[in-house]
């Protein structure tokens, strides 16, 4: 069983699927490890360590010659894997909705892809979700990257000079980055409150220190659709939270978005006339800025890797946000690769066999044809 970990393509992506620790792990299993030269460089990891764990360390995508697996933060170009074997299994992100016609290429190549974004939400995958390891770290990042623009500091200040403020964040949408983004700014002084449509959270956020911030008024909704995902919520309870929403942040410093539906547009939480209650200098986050519909993300007008400034208020997101932790969030997201793998390592065959559960959720193409039910409800 050869596994292969090609250099990530994509730009601006730092971060790698494998590190000397998954590669001396997956040797352990029985497999063998080839890994493109300068992978890891992005993530802080050299040649000689992949090396020195037993990889064998190639120039270009000759690392994926003869592959039975191939690992990736983001899907190659299924072009590069021409020299991988009939049938690899390849385990990485896909975007499935957004790069469709990646799907179509991937079936067409006979490659098994294996989308990690569509790791059930259960108790025993928790360990292989790579949507939750990375955007805790993205919480985190956010609010850091956020305190750094901001002209002020968060914590309280009591100094001979005067007294400085805390800081107000607010986050909304509390999934595992929302959850990270209170923590953070929590341990950085600020006062703190969130929101998010599932009633579940409020219990959360109070468990963080932080105050909710909740729609009473919309009977009948709890905002929590299967797997612990939300929904798309109807226009009474959209309004409902708008119009409480807007009164919050007029007297926000900081707030941080983190609201995401999958296989639609980030929903609009910030609009333009809401930026413009902000006092001058504060600071807004968009953790869903690359998941806009080309007008922002959850905020009106943010623009990936940007900074926008709207009625004196600054507001940013970054494209790829773990990507900017790439040592740490790679050292994450290739143990959810291992984890998921040696999960299913079948020791007489030398090799994984999903089980059906996790197997036909996050398998996407087989025998060249496109298989999965999610993207059978969403045609091409
Ligand atoms: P996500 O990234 O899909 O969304 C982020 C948050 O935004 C969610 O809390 C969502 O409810 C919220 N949101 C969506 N629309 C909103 C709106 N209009 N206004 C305000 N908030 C809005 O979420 P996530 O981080 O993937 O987590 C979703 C849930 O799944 C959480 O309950 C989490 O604990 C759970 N989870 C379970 C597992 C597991 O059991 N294996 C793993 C990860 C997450």
Redesign the pocket.
């Known amino acids: 069983m050869r596994i292969a970990i090609l250099k990530e393509r994509a730009a601006g992506e730092s971060r790698v699927a494998a590190t000397p620790e998954t590669v001396k792990k997956f040797i352990a299993l029985g497999a063998s490890v080839a890994i493109e030269e300068g992978a890891g460089i992005g993530a802080a990891i050299a040649d000689a360590a992949y090396a020195e764990a037993g990889a064998a360390v190639l120039p270009g995508p000759a690392a994926s010659r003869d592959a039975d697996i191939v690992l990736a933060v983001q899907a190659p170009d299924p072009a590069l894997l021409a020299g991988a074997r009939p049938g690899a299994l390849v385990a990485a992100t896909f975007d499935p909705f957004g790069a469709r016609d990646q799907v179509e290429a991937y079936a067409a190549a006979g490659l098994e892809a294996l989308a990690m974004e569509f ?5 025993r ?2 360990s292989m ?1 790579v ?2 390891s990375q ?1 805790n770290l993205a919480g985190y990042k956010a609010v850091i990257a956020a305190a750094d623009l901001y002209g002020r500091a968060f914590p309280m200040m009591m100094t001979a000079a005067g007294t400085v403020q805390a800081a107000r964040v607010f986050v ?8 990270q983004a209170i923590a953070t700014a929590r341990r950085l002084g600020a006062q703190v409150s969130a ?4 009633s ?2 409020r219990e959360q956020i109070q468990s963080l220190g932080a105050k909710p911030v909740f729609v009473e008024s919309v009977a009948g909704i709890e ?2 659709g299967s ?4 929904t798309e ?1 109807s226009e009474d309870y ?1 309004k409902a ?1 708008a119009e409480l929403v807007s009164a919050h942040i007029a007297r926000q410093d900081i707030v941080i978005t ?5 296989g639609r547009a980030a ?1 609009r ?1 910030v609009t333009d006339a809401q930026i413009a209650t902000m006092r001058r200098g504060s600071v807004i986050f968009d953790l869903a800025v690359a998941q806009g519909d080309g007008t922002g993300g959850n905020v009106e007008g943010s623009m990936a890797d940007q900074v926008v400034e709207r009625h004196g208020v600054k507001i940013m997101g970054f494209a790829n946000t773990a990507g900017h932790l790439a040592a740490d969030a790679s050292a994450l997201y290739s143990r959810n690769l291992y984890n998921f793998l040696s999960a299913f390592w079948d020791k007489e065959g030398g090799r994984p066999v999903l089980d059906e559960e996790i197997g036909n959720a996050v398998r996407l193409t087989q025998n060249g044809a496109v298989v999965n039910p999610r993207l059978e409800a969403a045609p091409a």
Do not use: H, N
């Open positions: 790791m059930p939400r259960i108790t995958a928790q979700d949507l939750s955007s909304m949408g509390v999934g595992v980055a929302g959850l929101t998010d449509v599932r579940a959270t905002g929590e797997g612990g995902y939300a919520m959209q939270q983190t609201a995401l539906i999958p929903p939480l």
